[in-house]
Nanobody
């Protein structure tokens, strides 16, 4: 059974950093595109970042602006999101997502991902 489990969320002051991690199981991790999404209260779930199967190609949302970095370790079946210079507007539940790497394109739509984690809360105080 395909499963994703996020960890690393928490409360941080504005300007601080957090590193989210997502552990995958139940599928061949190295053949999947991995992504991070987030959902703030009352808002739609939005794309944050994605990484291709090898880690050689990444894509970020405009609001990331060099603050976040997505990476993966295929030997450990994990994907991480390093978040620096956090802002209060980054407060959200962050979700890890996966889809088969059947395309060279890194999708930003949540509809393109078929495996989801339960999410981890990130709260940034001002």
């Amino acid at each position: 059974q395909e499963q994703l489990v996020e960890s690393g969320g928490g409360l941080v002051q504005a300007g601080g950093s957090l590193r989210l991690s997502c552990a995958a199981s139940g599928f061949t991790f190295s053949t999947y595109i991995m992504g991070w999404f987030r959902q703030a209260p009352g808002k739609e779930r939005e794309f944050v970042a994605a990484i291709n199967w090898s880690g050689g190609n990444t894509r970020n949302a405009e609001f990331v602006k060099g603050r976040f970095t997505i990476s993966r370790d295929n030997a450990k079946n994990t994907v991480a999101l390093q978040m620096n210079s956090l802002k209060p507007e980054d407060t959200a539940v962050y979700y890890c997502a996966a889809r088969r790497a059947d395309t060279n394109f890194l999708p930003t739509s949540r509809k393109e991902y078929n495996v989801w984690g339960q999410g981890t809360q990130v709260t940034v105080s001002s």
